[in-house]
């Protein structure tokens, strides 16, 4: 019975604590991450393009994993830039070709994020047979197709353009002898003689790329300067084609051709949820596991080249890999522990130290009981040394009488007892000197009585 009084005592006396914490939980909770949405929307590109394709199998893949994919198919990188961009909140996943962000306004960057690069994207270059282009200021004053206005195939060639100083082609562009065509007419200008040459980002099993190899009267331009030119541009990276890769049987290309290369890049916005940029990752790693002709298995998805800044969660993936609970748990479980995680660690650092004041507060009380009596002593002893005690001599020693009998009430843990008797001692001891005190004033009145 002792001891459940004494939990009982320990429980009120700490009981503020229960609604701090309380407080503390929902205050961390509150500024908790929503859990990750099983829902999300990407936006591609056309149809029969790549873009679209590797949307579809992602797609196919994370459904797998409980997460549904919305693929859209777009005009291209520039149209899923403006998407990811506008700020509707509508699409939160893209792919766009490196080198186009230089087409979207630098505050329209700020909120973009890469997740890595997942195949190579060269940048072709061909040529009527024969035409003698070998550099990039060959084809200064020749007749050329530089890509669309506004697409991807431009914002590489321009950026190329704009390493080489006043050479950049603008007065070309002016003069209509360098021509803004989409992929399909300057194949269809270049065959038919209207063209020089064109240029083309495009992956190499595109359509029009096989058109361009079969053709005997076209060729692929191996231009000079490519390692320099990597080396300026970080968006690009040097790529080798050896003799007869596209073609071994009619040898295409006859000789070693070096490209330069963008990347199709998965790009993520302020709407996109962080924790799925693992599960996102992973599902393209095994969509890409088998490579292709230019690509090697194993080599994308990967952090370089990069245009944009990667996401945190993205750059712990490529240097470390999976996180630690998704390669033994299901990612939903893995995401709600690593949620609670995060909550209950520092939880944990607020309340430590509260709980560590639990023990000295109930030390506190237990004493607290035992010296709010020693006021009363305290005043006896002040009113003894001011000599007015004899005028109160009486009520005192009544009032420590009846202090005496409440302290054979006192409840406290053995640990405090030496305190409660110590108190019990000193009570006794001033109710004797009290005493002595009131038969020295009787004796004192009682000696002039006799002597009269």
Do not use: C
Not at 28 to 48: C, I, K, N, Q, Y
Not at 218 to 226: A, D, Y
Not at 360 to 372: D, F, I, N, S
Not at 382 to 399: F, K, P
Request: aromatic share 8%; net charge negative.
């Amino acid at each position: 019975m002792h001891g459940v009084k004494q939990v009982a005592l320990f429980v009120r006396t700490n009981l503020w604590i229960v609604p701090l914490a309380l407080l503390i939980g929902w205050g961390l909770f509150r500024f908790l991450d929503p859990a990750p949405p099983r829902h999300l929307v990407m936006t591609t590109g056309g149809e029969s393009g790549g873009y679209y394709q590797f949307g579809l199998a992602l797609k196919e893949r994370l459904a797998e994993d409980g997460l549904t994919l919305q693929v859209l198919s777009s005009d291209g990188s520039v149209d899923n830039l403006q998407r990811l961009t506008d700020g509707s909140g509508a699409v939160q996943l893209g792919l766009i070709q490196s080198g186009t962000t230089s087409l979207i306004e630098p505050h329209q960057r700020e909120g973009l994020e890469s997740l890595g690069a997942i195949y190579h994207e060269p940048l072709w270059l061909f040529q009527r047979r024969d035409a003698g282009i070998s550099r990039l200021t060959d084809l200064l004053g020749r007749r050329v197709s530089v890509g669309s206005a506004g697409s991807g195939t431009w914002a590489v060639v321009h950026s190329v353009f704009s390493q080489l100083g006043e050479q950049t082609g603008e007065e070309d562009i002016a003069n209509g002898t360098w021509q803004r065509l989409s992929s399909s007419a300057s194949a269809s200008a270049l065959q038919a003689g209207e063209l020089d040459a064109s240029f083309f980002v495009l992956p190499v099993n595109n359509k029009v790329i096989s058109r361009l190899l079969n053709d005997a009267d076209i060729e692929m331009v191996n231009l000079s300067q490519v390692d320099a030119l990597a080396a300026r541009l970080p968006f690009l990276e040097q790529l080798s084609i050896p003799e007869g890769l596209l073609d071994l049987q009619r040898n295409i290309p006859p000789q070693r051709v070096d490209l330069l290369s963008p990347v199709a890049t998965l790009v993520i916005n302020e709407d996109f949820h962080p924790a799925l940029a693992s599960l996102i990752l992973r599902a393209s790693t095994d969509v890409l596991r088998n490579g292709s002709v230019l690509d090697p298995p194993g080599r994308f998805p990967s952090a370089v080249p990069a245009e944009l800044p990667l996401s945190a969660e993205a750059s712990y993936y490529h240097e470390r890999g999976v996180p630690f609970l998704q390669r033994y748990l299901p990612f939903w479980i893995a995401s709600i522990v690593d949620r609670y995680v995060v909550l209950v660690i520092p939880f944990i650092a607020i309340m430590l130290p509260l709980a560590k004041s639990m023990g000295p507060l109930y030390a506190w009380r237990m004493r607290a009981r035992v010296y709010r009596w020693y006021a009363h002593l305290r005043r006896v002893d002040r009113l003894i040394h001011g000599g007015t005690v004899n005028q109160v001599l009486e009520q005192e020693i009544s009032a420590l009488l009846k202090l005496e009998d409440e302290l054979t009430q006192v409840d406290v843990p053995l640990s405090y007892a030496h305190e409660l008797y110590s108190l019990h001692l000193h009570v006794s001891y001033m109710i004797n000197r009290l005493e002595q005190m009131r038969h020295t004033a009787v004796n004192n009145e009682v000696a002039p009585a006799t002597l009269s």
